[in-house]
């Protein structure tokens, strides 16, 4: 907020200059408009700092710890509590500046776990760390909420990834409390997403929120799935159609992370499953429960629901489709056939990671995109590399093969560049 121009508002309206409901108006618009470059550094720095004081206290706390008595410790494990909230409450009174909420929030997150922890020590509470970060963040999220904080968006996230993680790989049961603080946080990265469409912290959490979720896929499915493959090339599928929505349309490509972890992951798990490790060993010796194929279904409709969206808001236009929208379908079908003999899945898998390649090189000379383009040869290089050491291919057919990618690279770059500049003269 422009803290000088609402402080001249009184003035204005005293010299009759404007009316007291647009001084109001004003005021709402500066209140609540996005940041500027300069405020948003000041909150990076501020939460930064808020979070090496914090941290600070908590060691000179641990120095001295064994040497207070219990009455000081349990002072000293609410003294920062209280003082956060009082700031808090503060700003809250106040109305006070962006900054101010952004590092308040961060104080109080980082001394709710802090107290938490404290007294838990203190009076030897049992109990264990995926507990200590369930209860942590469900106290937090009030907090996030009457702040509107981003930082305590960010935060929460993380956390509830850091304890996914804790209470999921490793366990016996699902972590299915991970997923109650996902949706907790959904509210505010709607209010972002409909608020600020192209702020910069809207598109950080286009990015933490499928990675989180990538992280965490792995806890809902047992560890030697045969179909854990294809939930995840699945999920990339998901994310890709969820990048496709008319949403993402005016957004910049680097903002769109649903898109690039779609790309990325379907490219990296198609070139791990074109290996005959994949099909001679892990697809043969393991198995499946029903659970499994549940999230593997979930996953696919509502991919197939997002993509047929698509196909009637584009009018129908079969080539507006991508093939990595529909790529986790064909899997479906090479799966299928690779039950019944495994050689087969082995050979269709390699020739749709090098059809993958070529639409791309093919997408990007038409576009007249490099990234495109080059992402299309890094694929087909990377798969001849992998094929290089799983197959008895003489030396001399695989240094032509990489003399061909090579002048590939150079022939397909050159043809590409000549193309552009004939374009712009």
Wanted: glycine content about 8%; some cysteine.
């Amino acid at each position: 907020m422009s803290s000088k121009i609402v402080k001249e508002l009184p003035k204005l309206v005293d010299a009759q200059i404007i009316s007291p409901e647009t001084a109001k108006a004003i005021e709402h618009y500066y209140r609540n408009s996005p940041d500027t470059k300069s405020n948003s550094l000041l909150t990076i720095f501020g939460v930064l700092g808020a979070i090496l004081i914090g941290l600070g206290i908590i060691l000179i706390f641990a120095h001295n710890w064994d040497d207070f008595p219990k009455t000081a410790k349990v002072t000293l494990a609410f003294l920062p509590l209280v003082i956060c909230q009082f700031f808090t409450g503060y700003t809250i009174v106040k109305q006070k500046s962006t900054v101010w909420k952004e590092v308040t929030g961060t104080f109080l997150f980082f001394a709710i776990g802090a107290t938490i922890a404290l007294i838990s020590q203190i009076y030897n509470i049992p109990g264990n760390l995926g507990n200590f970060l369930l209860t942590w963040i469900l106290l937090s999220v009030p907090v996030l909420y009457i702040l509107n904080s981003n930082s305590l968006a960010l935060l929460h996230l993380i956390f509830a990834t850091y304890y996914g993680v804790e209470a999921g790989y490793g366990k016996s049961d699902y972590p299915w409390l991970y997923l109650l603080l996902i949706v907790l946080f959904l509210p505010h990265y709607y209010q972002l997403c409909k608020q600020h469409l192209k702020g910069n912290i809207t598109s950080v959490f286009h990015w933490l929120l499928p990675f989180s979720i990538t992280i965490m896929l792995g806890a809902f499915f047992s560890g030697t799935s045969r179909l854990g493959f294809l939930i995840y090339i699945s999920l990339f599928g998901l994310f890709f159609n969820i990048g496709k929505l008319s949403f993402f349309e005016e957004q910049r490509f680097i903002k769109n992370g649903y898109l690039i972890l779609g790309v990325l992951g379907t490219s990296i798990l198609s070139l791990i499953l074109s290996s005959k490790w994949f099909w001679l060993e892990f697809y043969q010796t393991n198995h499946s429960n029903t659970s499994d194929l549940v999230l593997l279904l979930s996953l696919q409709i509502t991919a197939l629901i997002l993509m047929i969206r698509y196909f009637q808001k584009k009018k129908k236009d079969i080539r507006q489709f991508n093939g990595f929208q529909v790529l986790f379908l064909v899997f479906n079908l090479i799966f299928l056939l690779g039950m019944t003999n495994n050689l087969i899945g082995m050979i269709l898998t390699n020739i749709v990671v090098l059809l993958m390649g070529a639409l791309l090189i093919k997408n990007g000379s038409q576009q007249s995109d490099f990234t495109i383009l080059n992402y299309g040869l890094v694929i087909i290089a990377v798969l001849i590399i992998c094929r290089f050491f799983d197959t008895n291919i003489s030396f001399v057919i695989r240094g032509l093969l990489f003399i061909a990618v090579g002048v590939g690279f150079f022939y397909a770059n050159y043809i590409l560049l000549q193309k552009t500049k004939n374009n712009r003269s």
